[in-house]
Structures are given as C-alpha cells and as structure tokens.
C-alpha cells in the first residue's frame, strides 16, 4: 500500500498545526500593513511629503511695518521712523548644548563687544518681558558686522541681523508727556482683544498718543519667504514678498512753537504744568509738564533699570518719586489747590443760588470772623471796603469770596450746595475725557466726602489728625472732624482739600468763555493715509452743556479783564502794558506746613470775546504774579504772534499779593 508523503515521520500534532496557522496569519498581516503603509506614504502622500521637504527648505522673515508719522498742526515733524540694523539672537535656534551656546556667546560678545555674562542677562531679562520674541542684543551695528555674520552664518546659528524701525523724535524732548512712547508687545499687550493682529515683536504705543492712536499709528506687517540651506542659512533666492503697510499718519492740534514756548517758559521757574486750548472746540495748541525728557532712551531695545527710574520714578517707594518724576504729566495729572483761580468759579455758584446779584456790594473791612475766634484776612492784609464782584474779582478780595462760601454753605446736603454743584458742572473733580487720556480725578470736598473719612478715622487703629495723601498733596483738614461751614470758606477761595490740574481749570475758564459749553480738550486733529488722503477728522462733542446768563458772563469777564490790564489790579504788573487785550486771574495757593506757595495765572485771550485759554501752574512758584503769569504771558505772546519788544513795562510784580 503506497501512502504521500514521508511514511517515516510521525503525523502532526494537532496543536502545532493550529499555532503554525496563527503564526502564519499574522506574519501575512504584518506584511499587509508594512506594504499598505509605504503605499500610503509613496503612492497617495508622495506629493505632499515632498511639498513639505521643500518646506523645510524655506523660511518666512516678517517685515514690519513702519508706524505713522505724527506732526503737529502746521504738518512738522514731531515723531517719524529711522531704519537700523539690529543685532538679534532667535532663542529657538540656538545650540542645545551648554557648551556650543557657551562658544557661541564667546563668538558674539567679540563681534558685539559685549561680555558673555552681558548677553545671558539680556536673555533673561527680554525672555521675560516678551517671551518667544527674538532678543535684541544691540542696535545700529555696522555694515561690517553685518558682512560678516553672512559669511560666517554657520558658526553663529540663531544670530542674525534685521533691518527694523526705530521711534525718532526730531524735538527732543517737546511733548515727551504728550506724545508718549512705544515699546515691543508683550503678553499683556497681546490679550487685549483690540490687538489681534499683533505679534511678539512688533511695536505698539505704550503711553500718550503713541498708546490712544496706536491702532491708527499701526501698520500691517509683511512677508518675505526665502530659500535657506541645510544650516537655515539664506541661500539669497526670494521665493515670493508681501511688501509691508505703513501706518496712518497723525496730525495734531498742537502748534509746536506753542508746546516750545510753554515748556521752557514753565521750565525756568521749576517744576509746573501748562494748557494752550482753542475754548470753543477744545483743540490743544499746547500742554505739557515740567521737568520732561528724552522719549529716545525709550526708544533703545532695553531700557536700564537707571534709565527707567530716571523717567518715571522708583516703583517701590509707595507712588511718592513718581509724581516727582518726569514722565508725570504736571498738566493733566497734577492735583494742586488753585486759590483765588477759583473764584470765577464761585462767582457764578453765588450769582445762580441768590447769594449775590452782578451789582451786589459786600464791605470788605480786611477781616472774616470764621467763629471759635478765628478770623481770616485777605493777602497782605488789605482792606478793600465796599466792593462789588467786578472789584472784587479785579483785586482778588478773599473776604467777598469767603462771604459768599459762607453764604452758601449747605452741610445737610450730602453733596453740598450751589458752589459744589457749579465747581462739578464745570468739571471740577472728574476728567476731561482729554483724547489721550492719564488724567487723575482731583478732589472737589463736599460734606459727604469729608464726614465718611471722620467715621473712618474713628475706627479703631486707623489714622487721626493730618495726613498726606498718596499723591503727596497736603489734605489740609485732616482727618480728626467733620464737614464745616470753614471748608465751604476756603473752596470758595480755591483752598481746604480742593485738588484740580490745569487742563480741568482750563475747560472750566473755556466754559465761562464761550457761555457754557464744557468742551472735550483733544491733541487729535485728523489722520491721513500714507498717500496723504485724510480718512479721519477727529472732533469729539462737548462733555455738556450750562446755562450761563449772558449778564453774568459779562461781568466775570470784566472783573478778570480789570485785574489784568487796570492799575491795582492783581497781574497788572505783567499785563498792564501788553498790546492785545485779555481776561487773567492770579491764583497761590497754600500747600500745607513747610511748603512754598503754588503759583497759578489762568488767562483768556484776546478780550472780551476770546479765542484761547491758557493756564499755568508752578510748583512753590511763590505768588501767581511772580511766576505764573510772566510763564503765561510768554506762551500768548506765541498764541497770539506779539513781538515781546513790544509789551510796554508798567511796573514790578513787587508788592502783589496774588
């Protein structure tokens, strides 16, 4: 009998034939998926596996985009652009070992001149400030450092030199508060809602204009995609270019010979603020704040502790250096009683609530029994005897003022009375709503306000008696009593805890002026394109609206022309001579125990129907017809194009009290 196969060998378990099978069946599918998986990758992604080798072989730079220009009203320069070359190190890109990137230091510290050590710090600080953005090392390297880096591009991997925009300020220092300054975005920058376009790296306003227009201000970057070698090297070949936008262009209401005159006439006197405002639409011809600075140093890739601390004071010192220091705007943030400059202010308060007519005569015997034996005097301890609110405002009598806050003292009503309530009409103790905004609140007491600082002062542990208040301003009450009718004295007078800056005063005088409309102040006037076509008027809308009586108008304005230009009256001395007729009104204030006066001159020009207000403001400037008013007087003579040879001398300031 024939049998198939091997008759010698035993027959097959049926066990192993069962793990052959498996065994088999799996080596099959493995082989299925290897073979399915290398025509998946050969035959249906060959093209897009080999779109994105050639990827790897190009790399995409952005070009940013160069921010507007802002000129002032007569199209001058104030900030443009300058092209440099800077020195920069792409994190990303460098070396993973310590000891490459140690050599690698080593080889840019000799081309940069810069320590090793220098370069690991300006790492950390700039990582940290603006993390995943490229670390500027340095900032208008040569040509020379340029060609060589190209040359040598593989033993400086991550280093490269790109051309950037740089923030120049033709001026100098004209307007460092005004137009502000700009800086790389940061983290915060780039949460806020409104820059969803911005990258780590690109330029945005960080205060002043530069912050309020910075969308406007602001281009839209470009691209260039180039082809690089092996080492991400380029190999010179441009693959394709999105040339960038530039920005708007910004034109200002500012007249830079006014800005000019004003910081260096309130600069030779000290420390102080000044406004220049058209009274009818609010437009600013000039503001600014001495002492100011260098928006340059700003400028550089990174500001030094030093440097930063020069310009906006010691962060850690409890606020009190900042308000010291130079990037504070005196103009918009200082908080400063105004004396006697207020008092226009309660003249209108006192003729709405009855407390006096235009032609009411109150005797100024020189003294104003306040109660509990004190009694006040006027300054110098002049006695002006019947007077009306023309003379009174013509010499600046305190005690026609005092009678009048006396008269409508109203400690029931929680916000006050009359003189509350015309000082906040006006925008005494809120901001303008100024177009650039950094404008502090001020103070305007009112019973309310002092009597809950009373209650507070009578918990357990907290402070009695004077105090000095965050901003360093005297409070002049302290804390140790409630309201009384001695604070509604000194707020008509512009004294007690009264806090207000000139921009506020200003808007209130331009008020007065133009008969009642409480104008929005603004830099902003109109923003063109980069062909030069204008795409934007800016004039924002009053704030409100008051009701002043033509008759009281008239009669304020008489009074503040009177002090001005008559003889005995308070800035005569200054103005007594000038050839265009105008409205002032002296103002110094007491600033507390050990503290020189603050000296203020508010005038409204030309008389009687004025175009402009100017307010000025020195700190411990002594009498407002000593420093004030000759710093005011220099910024109408460039308001008002008079030639200073032609202002008529008519005596000292000598003598004057206000």
């Not at 400028?299 to 409890?318: L, M, Q, T, W």
């Given at each position: ?524 006037l109109r923003v063109t394109d980069p062909d030069g076509r204008v795409v934007q008027e800016i004039s924002p809308p009053p704030k409100r609206e008051v009701e002043i009586p033509s008759s009281w108008r008239q009669t304020i304005l008489a009074g503040l022309h009177d002090a001005a230009q008559t003889p005995d009256g308070t800035s005569y001395p200054v103005f007594g001579g000038y050839p265009v007729e105008i409205a002032g009104k002296t103002g110094t204030a007491e600033r507390g125990v050990g503290r020189a006066d603050q000296s203020w001159y508010i005038a409204l020009a030309p008389y009687p129907n004025p175009k402009y207000v100017v307010a000025t403001t020195i700190e411990e400037g002594g009498f407002g017809a000593d420093t004030a008013a000759p710093a005011a007087q220099k910024i109408l003579n460039a308001l008002l194009h008079v030639d200073e040879s032609k202002i008529e001398p008519v005596g000292s300031t000598l003598g004057a009290y206000e």
């Amino acid at each position: 009998m024939a049998y198939g196969g091997d008759w010698r060998r035993p027959p097959m378990p049926a066990q192993f034939a069962l793990r052959a099978t498996i065994l088999g069946g799996i080596g099959v599918a493995v082989f299925a998926v290897i073979f399915l998986r290398l025509w998946y990758l050969q035959v249906l992604s060959g093209d897009s596996y080999q779109a994105e080798a050639q990827n790897n072989q190009v790399r995409e730079f952005t070009v940013r985009a160069p921010r507007g220009e802002i000129v002032d009203r007569h199209g001058n320069v104030l900030v443009t652009n300058r092209t440099a070359l800077a020195l920069q190190v792409n994190l990303q890109e460098l070396p993973r070992s310590d000891e490459r990137r140690r050599r690698l230091f080593e080889r840019v510290g000799e081309v940069a001149e810069l320590t090793p050590k220098k370069i690991r710090h300006e790492i950390r600080v700039q990582r940290k400030e603006n993390p995943g953005s490229p670390v500027t090392l340095d900032r208008d390297v040569s040509y020379d450092t340029v060609y060589y880096l190209r040359e040598n591009q593989r033993r400086f991997p991550g280093v490269s030199v790109e051309r950037v925009y740089v923030r120049q300020y033709p001026q100098g220092a004209l307007a460092a508060q005004l137009l502000g300054y700009t800086g790389e975005a940061d983290t915060e920058d780039l949460d806020d809602p409104r820059n969803e376009s911005l990258a780590l790296g690109d330029q945005v306003g960080k205060s002043g204009v530069e912050l309020a227009y910075d969308a406007l201000l602001r281009g839209v970057n470009g691209a260039s995609r180039v082809q690089v070698d092996a080492s991400g090297a380029p190999t010179g070949r441009t693959l394709s270019e999105t040339l960038p936008r530039p920005g708007n262009d910004l034109e200002l209401s500012v007249d830079d010979q006014v800005q000019q005159t004003g910081q260096a006439a309130i600069s030779s006197y000290g420390s102080g603020g000044f406004v220049a405002m058209n009274v009818r639409s609010g437009e600013l011809l000039g503001l600014g704040s001495s002492p100011s600075f260098d928006p340059s140093v700003l400028a550089k890739p990174f500001v030094s502790e030093s440097d930063s601390e020069a310009i906006f004071g010691d962060p850690d010192d409890d606020g009190l250096s900042t308000i010291s220091a130079p990037a504070f705007n005196r103009a918009t943030q200082g908080e400063y009683p105004t004396g006697s400059t207020f008092k226009p202010i309660t003249a209108l308060a006192a003729l709405d609530s009855g407390a006096i007519g235009v032609d009411s005569i109150i005797n100024d015997s020189g003294e104003f029994p306040l109660g509990d034996g004190q009694v006040l005097h006027n300054a110098g301890d002049a006695a002006y005897g019947a007077i009306d609110l023309r003379q009174a405002l013509k010499v600046s009598s305190d005690i026609f003022f005092y009678t009048l806050g006396f008269r409508m003292d109203e400690p029931r009503e929680p916000e006050g009375g009359a003189l509350q309530a015309w000082a906040s009409k006006l925008g005494i103790g809120e901001t303008t709503g100024l177009d650039i905004g950094a404008e502090a609140d001020g103070l305007l007491p009112t019973p309310e306000w002092r009597n809950e600082l009373y209650e507070k002062s009578q918990e357990p542990g907290s402070p009695a008696g004077k105090q000095v208040v965050p901003n360093d301003f005297y409070v002049y009450g302290g804390l140790d009593r409630p309201w009384t009718v001695g604070d509604n004295v000194n707020l008509a007078v512009g004294q007690g805890d009264l806090q207000a800056d000139p921009l506020q005063m200003a808007v209130a005088y331009a008020a007065i002026a133009n008969g009642g409309t409480v104008v929005t102040p603004h830099v902003g006037l109109r923003v063109t394109d980069p062909d030069g076509r204008v795409v934007q008027e800016i004039s924002p809308p009053p704030k409100r609206e008051v009701e002043i009586p033509s008759s009281w108008r008239q009669t304020i304005l008489a009074g503040l022309h009177d002090a001005a230009q008559t003889p005995d009256g308070t800035s005569y001395p200054v103005f007594g001579g000038y050839p265009v007729e105008i409205a002032g009104k002296t103002g110094t204030a007491e600033r507390g125990v050990g503290r020189a006066d603050q000296s203020w001159y508010i005038a409204l020009a030309p008389y009687p129907n004025p175009k402009y207000v100017v307010a000025t403001t020195i700190e411990e400037g002594g009498f407002g017809a000593d420093t004030a008013a000759p710093a005011a007087q220099k910024i109408l003579n460039a308001l008002l194009h008079v030639d200073e040879s032609k202002i008529e001398p008519v005596g000292s300031t000598l003598g004057a009290y206000e």
